[in-house]
Structure formats: structure tokens, C-alpha cells
């Protein structure tokens, strides 16, 4: 409009100054072109002054527009910030997870493995080691095809489904009930390595005796009649036991006390109750080969027990740390306790007494590590560590069966007393599992006002005890009528390693 304004303006200069130049003329004809002139420039001023304010109101509107803009912007990257966040924590958890599983894993090879396989004598090392070997490979493709499903899949009280049969639809996304944060099949993965590590515990009660095609056949069979029902029962979605997901009698198993310890323990003393003692035992001495490796196994099941426990609380977060702090802090206390009581009566304290403490602490803890704090975590080691060396020095002695490994004083004794503990020192300042009608949480344990949940305890733990105890014996005669369970005499006395494996642990002649 300025262009247009400045274009008349110039006109009317110049016709005025054309009229000056015209020989002084004096009729009015002259003002027409400065009127027309005017005029012009009037009209446009009265058609421009609206649009241009108009202009002026649209430019306002422009101005104002970034703020629109910003608001927008704002929230896009408020969104944008939040999903990024929550990348980053599945990233986080899915990570630990992984590295939990491989913690888990390392537990049966080497560190199960290297601890078995020293307590035995020379000429059983690789065979025992074997055991848990061969269960690694076993047991990963039976879950694979069946157990996962019939675990973790929904189906009745006892036992999950064939929905997940072949893995079926366990892939990247996350199973909310389960985890929320990390992909299915990391889950699947992650209790893939507690299905390995608990039958390889078994092995322990009948070392050196049974024979390797039996010993495949019986962990096949257990595996899924022993273990699936029970973690379906404890774990799975509408588990009889189950403490947050629709269970009828809320059982607190953080980690594995009953689906684990217990059920391994149990069916290792029925094992060794039903194959009988080994040639020579009691009188003959059969003392360990080598500690050294042992000492080297106890240590690997230490730190693989963190990924156990505190991998459980399937994140990151703060309940991992208070698992972790409680895992740790059991094992020391019941390596001190079990060497107190063996220094009592024996008048000095053993390393073999040690290691065996401190895994009877971390056997006791495992129900108990994402539910109590860590004076708690020390009076539970510490109990752990007296009466499972009683169990062992005391008890065993006095009935004369022959848990060659000590699996069922261990992992049987410790996993019950861990489970009983577990309903009195549960407490919802650690773990809030409990929760009323308006979402606020409740009573955890006995010490926490829900003496009730002892009485759920003892239920889980007789749960365990009778499914363990009655498909163990009955898997046992099924498996002695197929292949025999026991090894001949002459093959027991030549040693495992070379009637089983055709191999020696230990060439000395080289």
C-alpha cells in the first residue's frame, strides 16, 4: 500500500509541476488532475486501511500462533520424553534379566557341576559333572517343546496349558502378569535355567550309583510331573499357590524355596532311600577327592545365586537390590553358623563345613530373599546354617540313609525351614504383595500382623513334600522296570566315569 501511496504522490508532484511549467495558465481545469488525484488516493486509503488492518489482525494471529505451536511442540516431546523413558527401563530390566539368566545358568555348569564333582571320588568326577551337563541340554528341549506351556500357560489350580506348546507365541512382547517390561521369551529364558539347576540337584542324592540312561530317563519324567505342576502351582496364572495371581492359598516363594529346594530335596532323599547305600557305606571311608574344586563350585553357586534371587524380582529396581542384599547376607550368616556348630563339636571348623553353610543359606533365603530386610536375611542364614548341619552330621547318621551329596539335608531340610520363615519375616515395607479392596497394601508375614500366612506356608511346603515324595517313587519303579536304575556291582567299582562314559577324569600315566 506504501508502494501505491508513494506512486500517487509522485504523480501529483509531477502534474503540479507541469502546471507551473504551462505559461502561467489560470482556469480551473487545471486542479482536475490534482482532484482526480485525491480522489484516487482517498478511495484507496478508505479500500487498503481494512484490508491492511485485517492483515495486521492475521499477522497477530501469526504472532500468536507459536504459542499454539509451542503447546503442541511441548506436549509431543512430554510424550516423546515418556516413551523414551520407558524404552529405556524395559532396556534396563530386559538387560539384567539376561544377565540374571546366565548367573542362573552358570549355577548348574560349572559351579553345580565343579561342587558335586569334587565331593565325589576320583573315579565318579566326570560322571557326576556329566549329570548336570547333559541336564543343561535335556531340560532346555523339553522346556522348549512342553514346559514352559505346562508351567506358565493358564490352565486349571495344578497344572497350565498347551497354548505355549513349541513356544507358540512367546516372542518379544511382554506377558503383563508375568513381567511387563521385558519381552516373553526372556522370561521363558530366565525360568528355563531354574528348570535345569533343580533336577541337577537330585543328582547329588544318588551319585555314584545309578546309571546315566536311567538317570536321563527319571529327569525327563520328573521335569514334567514333579517340577512343571509345581511351578505352575507356586508361579502360574491361577496357581493353587500362587500369592498374586488368583492363587486359592497364597504361597510366598520369591524365588524357588518350594518349587526348587524342596521338591529336589525331597525326591533326592527318595532316590537314595529307594536305590540303597553305596557299596562299603557307611564303613568304608568315601571322602571327597578334591575340595579344591568344590570350594571353587560353593563360590560360582555364590555369585551365580544373585541372578537366582534378585534376577526374580524380574526389573532393576529396588526389590532386586533387597534381594541381592538378602541373598548375601544369609549365606555369610549360615556359613558362620554351620562352622560354629561344627567347631562345637568337632572342635574345629572345616572347609568343606563352610561352603556347605553358606549354600544352605542361600537354599533358606530363596523363598524369603524379595520378602524380608537384611537382619532378617542374618537370623534366617543363621538358622539355616545350625540345622541343616545337624540334618547332615546328626540326623543322616542316625537313620543311615545314604544322601551321597547331602542334596535332601541341604536343599530338602533348608528349603522347608526357609519356607516356614519366609510367612513370619515377610514384611510389605520390602514387598507390598498384599494389597485391600481399596489398593492399600497389608499384612505380608506373622511379624508384620498376618499370622495367617504361616499357616499358608506350612501348606505350600506340604504341597511340595507330598508331590515330591509320591511321582518320585512312582517315577522310580516306572524308570526300574524300563532300564534299570542302578549300575552293577562290578561297574560301581570300577568307577562311572569309565562304565558309563568310557573316560577317566584324571590320565595320571600322561
Known amino acids: 500500500m506504501r508502494l501505491f501511496m508513494c506512486l500517487f504522490m509522485r504523480k501529483s508532484t509531477d502534474v503540479l509541476r507541469g502546471r507551473r511549467r504551462a505559461k502561467g495558465c489560470r482556469n480551473s481545469a487545471h486542479w482536475l488532475p490534482l482532484g482526480f488525484t485525491l480522489l484516487a488516493w482517498g478511495f484507496l486509503w478508505a479500500v487498503a486501511a481494512p484490508l491492511w488492518a485485517q492483515s495486521g489482525a492475521t499477522q497477530g494471529a501469526s504472532a500468536s500462533s507459536p504459542a499454539a505451536v509451542s503447546s503442541s511442540s511441548t506436549e509431543s516431546r512430554v510424550a516423546k520424553l515418556e516413551q523414551d523413558i520407558a524404552e529405556a527401563r524395559s532396556s534396563g530390566d530386559n538387560g539384567w534379566m539376561l544377565v540374571s539368566s546366565a548367573l542362573v545358568l552358570m549355577m548348574t555348569g560349572p559351579g553345580l557341576a565343579l561342587f558335586y564333582g569334587g565331593l565325589v571320588r576320583k573315579k565318579n568326577v566326570l560322571a557326576t559333572m556329566m549329570q548336570s551337563f547333559a541336564l543343561m541340554a535335556l531340560i532346555t528341549v523339553l522346556w522348549a517343546v512342553v514346559g514352559y506351556s505346562l508351567s506358565f500357560h493358564s490352565g486349571n489350580s495344578f497344572i497350565g496349558g498347551l497354548g505355549y506348546f513349541g513356544l507358540r507365541g512367546v516372542g518379544p512382547m511382554p506377558d503383563a502378569d508375568y513381567a511387563a517390561t521385558i519381552p516373553q521369551q526372556t522370561f521363558m529364558v530366565f525360568q528355563l535355567m531354574f528348570a535345569i539347576i533343580t533336577p541337577a540337584l537330585i543328582s547329588g ?91 571353587i563350585g560353593a563360590c560360582l553357586l555364590w555369585v551365580g545365586w544373585f541372578g537366582f534371587n ?173 532300564v534299570g536304575l542302578r549300575v552293577t556291582e562290578e561297574q560301581e567299582i570300577e568307577g562311572l566315569d569309565v562304565s558309563q562314559h568310557g573316560e577317566e577324569g584324571y590320565n595320571l600315566e600322561v
Not at 220 to 240: C, D, E, N, R
Not at 395 to 409: E, I, N, Q, T
Request: glycine share 12%.
Open 310 to 482: 534378585a534376577g526374580s524380582a524380574l526389573t532393576a529396581g529396588s526389590l532386586a537390590t533387597s534381594a541381592f542384599v538378602a541373598t548375601h547376607f544369609s549365606a555369610a550368616s549360615a556359613a558362620i553358623g554351620w562352622s560354629l556348630a561344627e567347631w562345637f563339636r568337632n572342635g574345629k571348623a572345616s572347609v568343606l563345613g563352610a561352603i556347605s553353610g553358606a549354600v544352605a543359606g542361600l537354599v533358606a533365603i530363596t523363598p524369603a530373599s524379595g520378602f524380608v530386610g537384611p537382619m532378617s536375611a542374618l537370623l534366617i542364614g543363621l538358622v539355616a546354617g545350625v540345622l541343616c548341619y545337624c540334618m547332615v552330621a546328626q540326623v543322616k547318621a542316625r537313620f543311615g540313609y545314604d544322601d551321597s551329596l547331602d542334596a535332601f539335608g541341604v536343599h530338602g531340610a533348608g528349603g522347608t525351614i526357609g519356607a516356614i520363615l519366609t510367612g513370619i519375616f515377610a514384611t510389605k515395607a520390602i514387598n507390598p504383595i498384599f494389597k485391600d479392596s481399596l489398593g492399600n497394601a497389608t499384612a505380608v508375614g506373622l511379624l508384620d500382623g498376618n499370622a495367617g500366612q504361616v499357616w499358608n506356608q506350612f501348606v505350600g511346603v506340604a504341597v511340595a513334600w507330598i508331590l515330591a515324595m509320591v511321582a518320585t517313587l512312582v517315577i522310580l519303579k516306572v524308570v526300574d522296570l524300563l
Open 205 to 295: 542324592a544318588f551319585a555314584e550309583r545309578m546309571k546315566f540312561s536311567a538317570m536321563v530317563l527319571f529327569m525327563t519324567f520328573w521335569s514334567l510331573v514333579v517340577y512343571a505342576p509345581m511351578a505352575h502351582m507356586v508361579w502360574g496364572k491361577g496357581g493353587l499357590l500362587n500369592a498374586s495371581l488368583g492363587g486359592k492359598v497364597p504361597t510366598l516363594d520369591f524365588a524357588g524355596g518350594t518349587v526348587v529346594h524342596i521338591t529336589s530335596g525331597v525326591s533326592a532323599l527318595v532316590c537314595a532311600l529307594y536305590l540303597g547305600k553305596r557299596l562299603g557305606y557307611p564303613e568304608k571311608p568315601m571322602p571327597p577327592h578334591s575340595v579344591v574344586l568344590s570350594f
